[in-house]
C-alpha cells in the first residue's frame, strides 16, 4: 500500500523560507519511473502544482515559482522535500505531495496517485 | 494560473446525469495529452477519479466516465448520488510551460 505524508510548520512568518517534508512508504524513489509532486491548495481555490522530482534526480518546476523553490529526495530516509523561499501571505494553502508512476504512462501523460492528506501553511506576521 | 477552464459549478437532482466540461487549448489537451480528473471531498485530499481520458481506477463506480475531443475534455456523472457532492478538477500537461503538469479551475457539483 502507497501512503504519503506531509510534515512541516504550520505558520511561517512573510519574507521566511518554508521547508516541506513528503515522508512516504510503499515504493521507492530508487526504482524507475517513480516521481514525488508537489501541489497547493490556498483556502477555497484551485490546485496549483509546483514543482517534481524523478527517480533519477531530475527536477521541474512551476515556471511562475521557479526562482523560489527546490525539490530535493533523501532515498535512504523515503522523504522528499520542498522548500520555498520568501513567503507571503498569498502563499498560504493546503500543501500536498503525491506520488506519480511514469511505468503507466508515456512522459506527459502521468496522473497523480495517491496523494497525501496534506498539510496547512499559513503565513503571517 | 490555471491553463484549463471549468465551469465554477453544476447541479442536478439524485439519479439525474451532470456533465463538467474542461476547456484547454493546442500546447495541452489538443496537443494530445491525457487528461486525468480528481474528485475532492469536503475537508479532504484529492482522489484520482479518471486517467488516461477515459479509464477508472479499482473501486470508482461505473456512473463516472471521461472522454475527450480535440481541446476539451469532459467528465459525466450518472444517476447522481448524494455523495458525489464534491469538488471536482481536471489535470493534463502543457508543453509551453517547461514541463508543468496543469490543472483545472475546478467545478462544485451540488445534488440538489
Known amino acids: 500500500q502507497v501512503t504519503l505524508r506531509e510534515s512541516g510548520p504550520a505558520l511561517v512568518k512573510p519574507t521566511q523560507t518554508l521547508t516541506l517534508t513528503c515522508t512516504f512508504s510503499g515504493f521507492s524513489l530508487s526504482t524507475s519511473g517513480m516521481c514525488v509532486s508537489w501541489i497547493r491548495q490556498p483556502p477555497g481555490k484551485a490546485l496549483e502544482w509546483l514543482a517534481r522530482?524523478?527517480?533519477?534526480?531530475?527536477?521541474y518546476y512551476s515556471t511562475s515559482l521557479k526562482t523560489r523553490l527546490t525539490i530535493s529526495k533523501d532515498t535512504s530516509k523515503n522523504q522528499v522535500v520542498l522548500t520555498m523561499t520568501n513567503m507571503d501571505p498569498v502563499d498560504t494553502a493546503t500543501y500536498y505531495c503525491?506520488?506519480?508512476?511514469?511505468?503507466?504512462?508515456?512522459?506527459?501523460?502521468?496522473?497523480?496517485?495517491?496523494w497525501g492528506q496534506g498539510t496547512l501553511v499559513t503565513v503571517s506576521s | 494560473q490555471s491553463v484549463l477552464t471549468q465551469p465554477p459549478s453544476v447541479s442536478g437532482a439524485p439519479g439525474q446525469r451532470v456533465t463538467i466540461s474542461c476547456t484547454g487549448s493546442s500546447s495541452n489537451i489538443g496537443a494530445g495529452y491525457d487528461v486525468h480528473w480528481y474528485q475532492q471531498l469536503p475537508g479532504t485530499a484529492p482522489k484520482l477519479l479518471i486517467y488516461g481520458n477515459s479509464n477508472r481506477p479499482s473501486g470508482v463506480p461505473d456512473r463516472f466516465s471521461g472522454s475527450k475531443s480535440g481541446t476539451s475534455a469532459s467528465l459525466a456523472i450518472t444517476g447522481l448520488q448524494a455523495e458525489d457532492e464534491a469538488d471536482y478538477y481536471c489535470q493534463s500537461y502543457d508543453s509551453s510551460l517547461s514541463g508543468s503538469m496543469v490543472f483545472g479551475t475546478g467545478t462544485k457539483v451540488t445534488v440538489l
Open positions: 522530482i524523478d527517480w533519477d534526480d531530475d527536477k
Open positions: 503525491a506520488r506519480i508512476d511514469q511505468s503507466q504512462a508515456a512522459a506527459g501523460d502521468n496522473w497523480f496517485d495517491p
